[in-house]
């Protein structure tokens, strides 16, 4: 007898829960199964382990669509950055890397390259919505976490507005 129960053990201790029937002593008395999220005498399971996101890593090729994608891109990405902005002759350097001034894109329209765009960009902060996504909570990171990025971007014109495009985008140009 387990206060006011005749306590049938039926137990199973996988993941630190049991389960067992009682027969209660009251005026209606009945017999029903519940399951405990924790043992006697045992504290609560712990909690697993929330997820952690390190912001804006470098993503992986994504299946299919870039699979014929240049090996190691991103390191020619800022090899390219990191030398046009040295480059005593901007035009001379887009020569040299093969990028082309006048090209026709995959869709056949043709283009003219107007710009190179260069930055960088750092991440000092993260937000994470609160269930239900009305609000948010930001956090500063700790400069360990923070991230930083070159970005480049070349903007063509295709006769009636700037089209942006990626140095991988840039690749697939068949020049004229």
Known sequence: MHRGHDHHHHHDHGAGG??????????????????????HNHGPAP?????WQTPH???????????????????????????FA???D???FLRLARIPFDAVTTEGARVSLLRVE????????????????????????PAAMTSRRRTLRFVYFDGS???PMTLEQVRTLAQT
């Not at 049991?18 to 043992?39: F, K, L, R, V």
């Not at 909690?47 to 997820?51: G, S």
């Not at 299946?63 to 950055?81: G, I, N, R």
């Not at 260069?118 to 990171?141: C, E, I, K, N």
């Open 118 to 141: 260069t930055g960088q960009t750092t991440d000092v902060g993260a937000v994470m919505p609160h269930l239900g996504g009305g609000s948010f909570r930001y956090d500063p990171l």
């Open 161 to 163: 507005a700037a089209v």
């Open 90 to 92: 901007p035009t001379s």
């Open 47 to 51: 909690r697993p382990a929330a997820q």
């Open 57 to 83: 890593l470098p993503h992986g090729p994504e299946p299919e669509e870039h699979a014929h994608a240049e090996a190691d891109l991103d390191l020619v990405e800022k090899a390219f950055v990191e030398g």
């Open 18 to 39: 049991h389960s067992h029937s009682h027969a209660h002593a009251e005026a209606h008395a009945h017999a029903h199964s519940h399951s405990h999220p924790h043992g």
């Open 86 to 88: 040295t480059a005593s």
